[in-house]
């Protein structure tokens, strides 16, 4: 892969949600990060998001040029509002080169976990982790990321990064907000729960199947898939309905499925995809 490095003195915008975790990131932010940051010559200007969709709008209307890199001390949740945000925007191809730098403040933090692994670290969480992806972002080296275009059967087109839930993931995580001062044990109770009352979705998963792993040859570059830096990925398609998609009209869609696309409908408790690219 091709890294970037951070300009010096740097300026950073930073979308902190305070309700993240267990309520905990503003103090995190403050006792841990801010320290590192100034120490590596990272000026930050904080921007504490108030309500859902707060930073997807933020990001938007967002003038960029006046930052080297977007920062967001958050979960996932609010990193998938910041991707979503600027891939609405009509200069989306520009602004997706932004870097972005996720720090570890929310419950589950899988793309933090992530880097920090692929960074050849310990596995570790809270502090430890928060500690080992600011080091990152102080060093300020930085490379590509794919993303999974998402088409959905009442019309939305979304980006996702590392994966996408659907049905009894999903119930897991929204049943579970009430339990979100628990942190990460959340999601076990919210298991339990939903498992105890099991509901059955309807749905046809299309998928195209991977290429086996001895198979060395290239895989085959595909002009209508917007956003690659890698081998084709896999497709993964998800339907329940018939009207396309509406969003960035500028952004192109990946081809429908075909022929050697594999697919199984009926009824099931959903899913989880990885996208393991
Ligand atoms: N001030 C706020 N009050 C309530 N909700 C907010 C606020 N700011 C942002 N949000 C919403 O909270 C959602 C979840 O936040 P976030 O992803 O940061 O934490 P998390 O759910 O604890 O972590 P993870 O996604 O890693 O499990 C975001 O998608 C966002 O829409």
Redesign the pocket.
């Known amino acids: 892969p091709r890294y970037g490095v951070l300009p010096r003195p740097c300026r950073a915008l930073v979308l902190l ?5 267990a309520g905990r990131a503003l103090e995190d932010f403050q006792a841990v990060v801010q320290p590192m940051l100034a120490e590596a010559d990272i000026a930050t200007t904080v921007f504490v ?7 997807h709008e933020k990001v938007r209307d967002e003038d960029l040029s006046q930052w080297d890199t977007l920062v967001v001390m ?5 990193l ?2 910041v991707v979503n945000g600027l891939m609405e925007r009509l200069d989306w191809e520009d602004t997706m080169k932004k870097p972005l730098c996720i720090l570890p ?6 793309l933090a976990a992530s880097i920090n692994h692929y960074a050849g670290n310990d596995h570790v969480a809270k502090k430890k982790l928060l500690t080992n992806c600011t080091f990152i972002l102080c060093k300020g080296l930085h490379t590509q990321m794919d993303l999974v275009s998402l088409s959905t059967a009442s019309g939305k087109r979304l980006f996702s990064f590392l994966g996408f839930g659907w049905g009894f993931i999903s119930d897991v995580d929204i049943d579970s907000e009430k339990y ?1 001062r628990l942190g990460n044990a959340r999601f076990t109770l919210g298991t339990l729960q939903c498992l105890a009352k099991l509901r059955v979705y309807q749905g046809r998963l299309s998928y195209l199947p991977a290429v086996p792993e001895q198979d060395t040859s290239p895989a085959p570059k595909d002009p209508h898939v917007p956003i690659t830096n890698g081998q084709a990925g896999h497709r993964v398609w998800l339907s329940a309905g018939s009207r396309g998609p509406t969003g960035n009209s500028s952004i192109p869609l990946p081809g429908e499925p075909g022929a050697s696309w594999s697919s199984a409908t009926g009824p099931c408790p959903g899913d989880c995809l990885g996208a393991d690219y």
């Open positions: 949600n305070p309700q993240s975790g998001t108030e309500r859902p969709h707060h930073a958050a979960g996932d949740g609010l998938y509002e403040g929310g419950s589950g933090n899988a979100r």
